[in-house]
């Protein structure tokens, strides 16, 4: 029946194809053109520096860069995946890598440099990133690509206006409250946004305070610990100040909008969008600056690190012609071109400052070494083979609890229990 | 006597009432483009003041610069374009023979085989998006401007409609054909298929409205922005600017300019178009 | 069964074959096959990537053992009762009106359409913005703080009137071609007899238009039933009245595309399906009581 399928459609295609050649882009690669697909519309140009790099170097492969949205990018690699026609290279988030590695979708690239040194992986690349970057069997699927921190973004003038010292590493959550409490008053403005968020929101304040979302072996979720329901409690306790709007604002106005509008002094912020911003605000330039996370009350340092890598299909184990193109991704020159384009930091160790010299066009500085310095402290971002089948729940839950139809205990044991569901099912 | 006068005097409020509503229901109709265009002029700042300002303070077209680099707008007015002219062709050309075939000739399983064409209309389209793009994939047709059609080459809707117009003609014109020598094809083709102009314009205003409001499958089918239709462009740039609305409502703008050119020139067609589907 | 056929009977059945042809194989490839294939995934137990076994009813067993799944049936179920009659009432009352004897008539007509001509995604966010609780125009001219979008009580009624906005001049040009179609000597004939304009309407235009109405009602009905894009548009994943807000086809999206349950949302879909059935031939039944087919 699929056959038949396949043969009527080809005759519908057909059709008309005589019309179309003339003006329709031919997708089938020939021979010599890898496809790289991305879905980040910001780092476009990154990687197409990458690409003529590569190709400059070898003439006769052609890289061609294509981007799609987030939520696009997985519907349809998904389907890819499925009807096996996966693009030659991609990138892959720590979301999901777990899902296609141990699904048997990806290639195994722990190999990739064996012929240039047997530790390469472990001597240019930290421990977190090589672990965003590996299956459950604890083989790498993935050429790390970059690492992200995340850090507190505050505007100046509001702080001068209120008449107190810019965040920097002594704030705890305490300070946190009160100099958000003393803009306000001052003001009127917000002071800390505290969203519905988990990367860019509670995450980071749970492992502050020593609990955890998934346990060590990511066999059960941590939404019953004392340390973890503390955090969650604190955190969502936030929207109850008058100077933090409620989930219903954020639901209308994203907080990086209200920031930089002026709305509110603080928000919490990943490095690869801080290019971006400073792009789109050309008016804020100067009025604002970046600060390493507070720590909780007892001195807990976190920050979620994230990382994303370069995979390609199961299929391209043996393609020499793929597999020199991901070597090139994952060398000191392909990182270097990566974090010197602004739009991350690259996962190579040493090569952090490149990305900081990219800022160098703009006219004032940021404390962009925050970013940096928090490496030394940062937390694996949270993910296991069942995340992508949670995650939507866990936010709707959490949700509930924002809108007050769940009470806070009852909402964190059922996001416990979805988590463990999931786990169960995957299993 | 009296009465005529109270009548008269009854229409005269009668017709006072229907400018007020035809001119308020204007109002209300034609706001939110005026908004949209006094939104893309401000800065975002100012867009976020309480209360909002009417006229921008000092007008910006900054965002419409952010709009243009985010957005490879001439491949989308292209794409689209190309995109509703190919659909258009199609549903012309197949709903025609299969409208007037259903129409005008008898067959064994018509009322089946018409039936399968009225289920279509039921089903909702998210469900044809992974099947359609997986068959796509194995022919390796995936970011081409024909993946952008495929869903649209042939046209439930359409054959359904022209069927109906195709009905209003009267046999004995295919008959008279008939005798003089014509065979089907011939009577198709010379002379009823000219008969159904209005329609087939009706026809290609509605798909032509269709394929460009069509967001989804352009979304998932073709990744390269530069493949990309006006619809799914948008949707990306909401992508990248989440709430930062002057910039969202420039590109609203830009996107809105070929159709509404397009409207303005066949505005009468478009309007008599819709009407058809009225018909009995 | 069937009676011997003519030659000529068989040439046209072959021609008649021939014209089909292209439209029933793309809609068995392109329409057909997927309705399937969602018919038999909804008996399954689906993974990701296109592993499926058989599991009998348990994907209709947990669906309608599931609130959420009844509140977004009855989400959509309200949608339509929100946007149907009052968005048919309204475009009949800009038919008439546009079909009485006034000035600027296609200046009207061309306002009322507009709406068709925009992208859906740019209608939405023009919307969003305006409804907006915080920066909102709505709220400044209407001088309440309203929380339209974030509200489980106004944003179903928000979703509701926009799509009534985008919807009103394709209804009412439809209707326009219905009225244009009755003869004018019923009303003079009204007129001779001191009919009131609104007897007018009742006694005559009514009736006389109930064809152009069905057709009108039964398009829109179909449409509210498997509305997805504009709620997708207007709430996001991120707005806590979600669940009060999300329609079936909404439901289907999240469950197959964001969290991978492909089998539940098969189930879901055919739900639908079946409840757009059932609404159709109701209508189709309901019809000779009021639809007037006499003229």
New interface residues.
């Given amino acids: 029946m699929k056959k038949f399928?396949?043969m009527?459609?080809?005759?519908?295609?057909t059709?008309?194809?005589v019309?179309?050649t003339a003006?329709?882009?031919?997708?089938?690669s020939p021979d010599g053109t890898i496809t790289m697909?991305i879905w980040d519309?910001?780092q476009r140009d990154g990687m197409q520096a990458l690409a003529d790099a590569y190709h400059e170097q070898n003439p006769d492969v052609t890289v061609?860069i294509?981007?799609?949205?987030?939520?696009?990018?997985w519907?349809?690699l998904?389907?890819?995946?499925?009807?096996?026609?996966l693009?030659d290279v991609f990138w892959m988030h720590t979301n999901y890598i777990l899902?296609y590695a141990d699904?048997g979708?990806l290639a195994d690239l722990t190999d990739l440099y064996a012929d240039e040194s047997a530790t390469y992986y472990t001597d240019h690349y930290s421990d977190v990133s090589i672990s965003n970057a590996s299956g459950s069997d604890g083989k790498i699927y993935g050429v790390p690509k970059d690492k992200d921190t995340v850090g507190l973004v505050y505007n100046k003038e509001m702080f001068d206006a209120a008449n107190i010292a810019y965040p920097d590493e002594t704030w705890t959550w305490d300070t946190l409250v009160e100099a958000s409490q003393a803009i306000y008053d001052a003001t009127g403005k917000y002071g800390y946004m505290a969203?519905?968020?988990d990367q860019l929101g509670y995450w980071n304040f749970v492992y502050q305070n020593g609990g955890y979302i998934l346990n060590e072996d990511k066999t059960a979720a941590g939404f019953d610990v004392p340390e973890t329901i503390e955090a969650m409690k604190f955190y969502i306790g936030l929207q109850s100040y008058d100077w933090c709007p409620d989930?219903?604002?954020?639901?209308?106005?994203?907080p990086?909008?209200?920031f930089?509008?002026?709305?509110g002094a603080m928000f919490l912020e990943g490095d690869w969008n801080i290019m971006s911003e400073m792009k789109?605000?050309p008016?804020m330039q100067g009025k604002w600056d970046v600060a390493v996370l507070p720590s909780s009350p007892d001195g807990g340092r976190a920050t979620i690190s994230n990382g994303l890598c370069y995979a390609t299909s199961a299929n391209n184990q043996n393609n020499e012609v793929v597999l020199d193109f991901l070597r090139f991704l994952g060398s000191e020159e392909g990182q270097r071109i990566q974090g010197e384009s602004g739009a991350a930091i690259p996962a190579y160790e040493g090569l952090e400052e490149t990305w900081i010299t990219a800022f160098d066009q703009f006219d004032y500085d940021l404390n962009l070494d925050a970013f940096i310095e928090m490496f030394d402290y940062s937390v694996q971002s949270v993910n296991d083979k069942s995340r992508?089948?949670w995650k939507?729940?866990v936010?709707?839950e959490l949700?509930?609890i924002?809108?007050g139809s769940v009470d806070i205990d009852t909402g964190l044991a059922n996001i416990n229990q979805i988590i463990n569901d999931a786990i169960a099912d995957a299993a | 006597m009296n009465q005529e006068a109270s009548l008269r005097r009854s229409r005269a409020i009668g017709k006072g009432l229907t400018y007020f509503f035809l001119i308020t229901g204007s109002l209300i109709m034609i706001f939110p483009f005026v908004w949209m265009i006094l939104t893309s002029l401000k800065t975002l700042s100012e867009s976020m003041q309480i209360p909002p300002t009417i006229l921008p303070a000092k007008p910006v077209f900054e965002n419409f610069t952010y709009a243009v680099t985010s957005l490879p707008f001439v491949n989308l007015y292209i794409n689209t374009i190309v995109l509703i002219f190919f659909r258009v062709l199609c549903a012309i050309a197949f709903s025609s023979m299969a409208g007037y075939a259903f129409a005008k000739l008898r067959f064994r399983g018509k009322g089946l085989l018409f039936g399968l064409v009225l289920v279509q209309m039921m089903m909702p389209s998210q469900i044809f998006i992974i099947p359609q793009y997986q068959m796509l994939a194995s022919l390796s047709l995936t970011n081409t401007l024909f993946a952008l059609v495929f869903p649209g080459l042939v046209s439930a809707f359409g054959t359904f409609f022209l069927r109906q117009s195709y009905l209003g003609i009267p046999n004995e014109i295919g008959e008279a054909a008939y005798l003089d020598g014509c065979n089907q094809w011939q009577t198709f083709t010379k002379v009823m298929a000219p008969l159904t102009g209005n329609s087939v314009a009706a026809l290609t205003i509605f798909t032509a409205v269709f394929a460009y409001a069509d967001l989804m499958w352009p979304l998932v089918v073709n990744t390269d922005i530069n493949m990309m239709t006006l619809s799914s462009g948008l949707a990306t740039l909401k992508g990248q600017f989440t709430t930062n609305y002057p910039v969202l409502m420039a590109g609203s703008l830009l996107a809105m300019i070929p159709m509404l050119i397009l409207y303005l020139f066949f505005q009468k067609q478009f309007v008599e178009g819709i009407a058809m589907t009225g018909g009995k | 069964m069937f009676k011997k056929q003519t030659l000529a009977e068989k040439r046209e059945q072959r021609w008649a074959y021939l014209m089909i042809a292209p439209t029933i194989i793309g809609l068995l490839v392109l329409n057909y096959y997927p309705l399937f294939d969602t018919i038999r995934l909804s008996f399954s137990r689906t993974q990701t990537f296109g592993k499926s076994t058989f599991n009998g009813i348990e994907n209709y067993v947990t669906m309608f053992s599931t609130p959420e799944f009844w509140k977004a049936t009855w989400n959509t179920i309200w949608f339509c009762i929100l946007t149907v009659p009052v968005g048919i009432a309204i475009a009949l009352l800009v038919a008439v009106m546009l079909n009485a004897k006034v000035k600027f008539k296609s200046g009207f007509r061309a306002i009322y359409f507009l709406p068709m001509v925009v992208a859906p995604a740019a209608v939405a966010m023009v919307w969003r913005w305006m409804f907006n609780g915080q920066y909102g125009i709505i709220n400044t001219i209407l001088g309440k703080p309203i929380n339209w979008l974030t509200d489980p009580k106004t944003a179903v009624i928000a979703c509701a009137i926009v799509a009534i906005w985008s919807a009103l001049g394709y209804d009412a040009v439809l209707l326009m071609s219905g009225l244009q179609n009755i003869s004018k000597t019923y009303y003079e004939a009204a007129d001779i007899d001191g009919a009131s304009r609104v007897r007018q309407f009742f006694s005559i235009t009514l009736p006389m238009i109930s064809p152009t109405l069905f057709v009108t009602l039964i398009m829109r009905l179909m449409a509210s039933l498997k509305v997805y894009d504009l709620i997708y548009m207007m709430i996001d994943t991120s707005n806590p009245v979600l669940p009060d807000v999300q329609s079936l086809m909404y439901l289907f999206y999240r469950e197959a595309f964001v969290a991978g349950n492909k089998g539940y949302a098969s189930a879901i879909c055919i739900w639908t399906i079946a409840l757009i059935g059932i609404v159709t031939a109701v209508q189709f039944v309901g019809q000779k009581k009021w639809v007037n087919y006499e003229v």
């Fill in positions: 399928l396949r009527v459609s080809l005759g519908l295609a059709v008309m194809a019309g179309l003006c329709g882009g031919g997708s089938k697909q519309t910001a061609e294509q981007v799609t949205s987030w939520d696009e990018y519907t349809k998904e389907a890819a995946a499925t009807s096996n026609t693009p899902q699904n979708m969203y519905a968020d989930q219903n604002y954020f639901a209308e106005t994203a990086g909008n209200a930089f509008s002026e709305q789109n605000y008016e992508p089948n939507s729940k936010t709707d949700l509930k924002y809108g």
